[in-house]
């Protein structure tokens, strides 16, 4: 196959993602305990855990955006304590630090320091990292996200937007994720070609068809594979 761009996932494959979300829901209900007791006593963690699964299961609508159900979840916590001023801004940052602040698997910024000076890399996630914050922004030649397209994985249309942005032709680029369906499954849909970073070697799930082009231990093995197959 013919590379000449690639799109990459964030979460869980540059990086594991719950740590993060779980310090980011515990440094929110420090700030709730401090800041807003009655909030707190109220909404504990695990409460507030549920109450944002109820606001995603009630508004399918927003399945692409996270950002916005946790502003729900938020303001919905604060209403049903009787509180009508919501600081929202304050609120989200303090989550939205915490959740940027992750830790990146070994092998995934020398890969991406390889991969990114030879081909041009859009990240595409249904998340709501933030690359400039994280500090690898600049290794991107595009950010592609659900929440700004509108649609998340495994719609064909996000897959879509990327290879536009990129300027290459779906055949072309190589879509690079953890999640067999979302990933790749979605992005074989779109006509991308498919490698999955499988970093617990599971074997391929029942049920979603022809497995992907690539099965990969790490993103090491990924710029091994570019590097030795591809010439540019």
């Known amino acids: 196959m013919r590379i000449l761009a690639l799109t990459l996932d964030l979460d869980d494959t540059l990086w594991p993602v719950l740590p993060a979300l779980e310090c980011a829901d515990r440094e929110l209900d420090a700030y709730l305990r401090t800041h807003h007791p009655e909030v707190a006593t109220r909404w504990p963690i695990p409460a507030m ?13 927003l399945a692409h955006d996270f950002t ?9 916590a604060f209403e049903a304590c009787g509180l009508d001023e919501v600081p929202i801004e304050a609120l989200w940052e303090v989550y939205f630090d915490a959740r940027n602040r992750v830790e990146l698997y070994t092998d995934a910024l020398p890969a991406l320091e ?19 914050r994280i500090g690898i922004h600049t290794h991107f030649h595009c950010q592609v996200c659900a929440r700004d397209t509108g649609v998340g994985k495994p719609d064909v249309r996000i897959f879509q937007v990327a290879a536009e942005r990129l300027g290459v032709a779906p055949e072309h680029i190589l879509h690079v994720g953890d999640d067999a369906d979302l990933d790749m499954r979605g992005a074989r849909a779109a006509g991308l070609r498919t490698a999955w970073i499988n970093r617990e070697r599971r074997p391929w799930p029942d049920g979603l068809g022809a497995p992907p082009d690539l099965d990969l231990p790490d993103m090491g093995a990924l710029a091994d594979w570019l590097e030795r197959s591809q010439r540019v």
């Not at 855990?49 to 609508?61: G, M, N, P």
């Not at 916005?68 to 919905?76: A, V």
């Open 68 to 76: 916005t159900q946790r502003h729900l979840t938020m303001r919905r």
């Open 49 to 61: 855990r549920q109450l944002r699964a109820q606001v995603a299961a009630e508004r399918r609508d």
């Open 114 to 132: 390889r991969i990114t000076a030879r081909w041009p890399v859009a990240s595409l996630t249904n998340g709501n990292a933030d690359l400039e």
